[in-house]
């Protein structure tokens, strides 16, 4: 689904991290890195958006920069850490909004829409929220309705920028819980940044640890551990705790 | 796909339009009645021949506050949407003032409006000042890339305008200083032939152009990071709101003045009343709202005897309903 090759990103002219080859199918996977090494760099690189780095990344067998804007949006969706909105839309609207891109210039709702809707909404358990207000929601529950959006958008590959970082204990691990049933439900590529290492062995399927040498930046990797029981020793032992 | 309880506001909305209209083509010092007000209309005669000029111009300022009300409150509907800040207007980016300096250097410089050069020279200067900030806004939004700080440069281009139009007071004569006053003041009167269909033509295609911002307008809610993964292109959207906001803005501000309050309290009214989150439905209710409002607040000048100034009556509706929206947002919003 996902393919890296020879990767270096680059924020102006200071290298970030460097990665190997990595192949990425369907599953769960977590995003580990400490402040500022380029967790949310490497989601926008993928999403197309960075696009100061040097090596290949293949979507689907396609190149990257050779995917219109247009069909990236039916490729890959995302989810951010702060859930908001401008206008009073229903949580019903706002997954409906994941419909854009499936949408013409004048944007009407088609059965179509309305039905992928209704299949999230139930997915999620969200049908008794569907007529609330976003914007009155907890932002557990804000969250769920952004992820509900992303689902909406129907893509192979969802990606996710610290989605638990405004939510409690019991709503990251209900979140956590969420992924891992939509990657069972759907085959789909789900990888999400996080800094909450316990949930790792029972959700994820693979790790990516951006191994940075901090203070010091310019020859950080980015690995990839597929073993999981080798989660939580290899990142303790990364940055040395 | 436009929800029941919509058409009927439209249709409503529609209706009450329709009932401004011609109560402003009715009220006035010199009565005319119905049927004779409905002769003209049609291209009749009446036995008096003046009153043909008086419906003209009845006529004539009630279809200019329509177009200037409907592109106000687009503009209004378009900025707060992309800042996605309820405050945000068509003052806010410094193209009201841009105008406004541009007005400013052709009156205070001692160029009389009513001759028809004077008058070239205003709409010329209003729209080249106009575009001047525009210009720089694109060239800053070149090197800013969030929303909310290009709307602080556009402020400080307005305060930095106005500034600029204080120290040209100081040059000008006192007729030339009033007549810059007045023109602040407001009005939708004074159009006609040519420069009125110019402005009539001008801003309905700036307005059908709005319409490619549906899907962008639509996504804009989210916020530009999520716009973008919707399949966006987020420099192309910003590209054609600030050619379609600053446009309609600097036509309108040359034309009727600087005219406040109905781009801000428009599309809050509009957010209230209509349930779709669909621009496509959204749009054409701002035009309609803001269409209303500013007939509305001339009716009311007119009422007055043209002693109250536009901007006056303006502030007087659109300030209550801006606060109410605002308390309103706070308790269901924040």
């Known amino acids: 689904m996902l393919e890296l090759k020879n990767i270096e990103i680059k924020v102006s002219s200071r290298s970030l991290f460097k990665l190997g080859e990595l192949k990425l199918n369907a599953g769960l996977i977590a995003l580990i890195g400490r402040n500022g090494t380029g967790k949310s760099t490497f989601l926008r690189t993928i999403l197309g958006e960075h696009k100061n780095f040097s090596g290949l990344i293949k979507l689907d067998d396609k190149n990257l920069a050779d995917i219109p804007k247009s069909e990236m949006a039916k490729l890959i969706s995302v989810v951010y850490s702060k859930p908001d909105i401008f206008g009073n839309h229903s949580v019903k609207e706002v997954l409906l909004l994941g419909r854009l891109p499936y949408q013409n210039l004048f944007a009407n709702t088609t059965q179509e829409d309305l039905s992928e809707v209704n299949r999230v909404l139930e997915l999620l358990e969200l049908k008794a929220f569907a007529d609330k207000q976003f914007s009155i929601l907890s932002d557990g529950e804000k969250q769920l309705a952004m992820i509900g959006r992303a689902l909406v958008q129907n893509t192979p590959i969802i990606l996710l920028d610290e989605p638990g970082a405004f939510l409690d204990l019991v709503n990251r691990y209900k979140l956590a819980g969420i992924l891992k049933k939509i ?23 693979g790790v990516l640890l951006i191994a940075a040498k901090l203070p010091q930046y310019g020859d950080n990797e980015m690995k990839y551990l597929s073993e999981v029981n080798q989660f939580l020793p290899e990142i303790k032992r990364t940055f040395g705790l | 796909m436009p929800k029941n309880k919509d058409i009927l506001i439209l249709i409503t909305g529609l209706f009450i339009l329709a009932g401004l209209f011609f109560t402003n083509l009715y009220i006035g010092d010199v009565s005319i009645s119905w049927s004779e007000i409905f002769t003209l209309l049609s291209g009749g005669n009446v036995e008096n021949d003046s009153w043909s000029y008086i419906i003209e111009s009845r006529f004539n300022r009630s279809v200019v506050a329509i177009f200037a009300g409907s592109a106000l409150a687009l503009c209004g509907l378009i900025l707060q949407v992309y800042f996605r800040n309820p405050l945000a207007g068509p003052g806010v980016l410094g193209i009201t003032s841009g105008a406004s300096l541009g007005v400013a250097f052709v009156v205070l410089g001692g160029i009389s409006a009513g001759t028809f050069l004077g008058n070239l020279g205003i709409i010329s200067a209003g729209i080249i000042g106009a575009f001047l900030v525009l210009g720089l806004l694109l060239v800053v939004s070149k090197f800013i890339q969030n929303a909310v700080t290009l709307l602080v440069v556009g402020l400080m281009f307005g ?155 303006t502030a007087l509706i659109g300030a209550p309903v801006i606060i109410y929206t605002i308390i309103k947002m706070n308790s269901r919003f924040a």
């Not at chain 1, 990657?183 to 399927?205: F, G, M, P, Q």
């Not at chain 2, 200083?177 to 040519?194: A, K, M």
């Not at chain 2, 034309?255 to 349930?275: H, N």
């Open chain 2, 159 to 313: 305060y930095f305008v106005s500034a600029l139009i204080n120290i040209l007071f100081l040059w000008a004569n006192l007729a030339d200083t009033r007549e810059y006053v007045v023109w602040g003041l407001g009005s939708f009167e004074g159009l006609q032939n040519i420069e009125m269909s110019l402005f009539l033509v001008l801003i309905s295609i700036t307005i059908l152009f709005s319409f490619f911002l549906i899907r962008p307008l639509n996504a804009m809610v989210l916020g530009s990071e999520y716009a973008s993964s919707l399949g966006i292109n987020l420099k192309k959207t910003k590209f054609l709101i600030i050619i379609i906001t600053g446009v309609l803005a600097a036509l309108v501000t040359v034309y009727c003045g600087p005219v406040s309050f109905i781009g801000i309290a428009v599309p809050q009214l509009v957010r209230i009343i209509i349930k779709s989150k669909n621009h496509l439905v959204i749009i054409p209710f701002a035009l309609l709202f803001g269409a209303g409002l500013a007939l509305l607040a001339d009716i009311t000048v007119r009422l007055s005897g043209n002693a109250l100034p536009l901007n006056t009556v």
């Open chain 1, 183 to 205: 990657v069972a439900d759907s085959n789909k590529l789900v990888i999400y940044s996080t800094h909450h290492i316990d949930l790792l062995e029972n959700y994820c399927s």
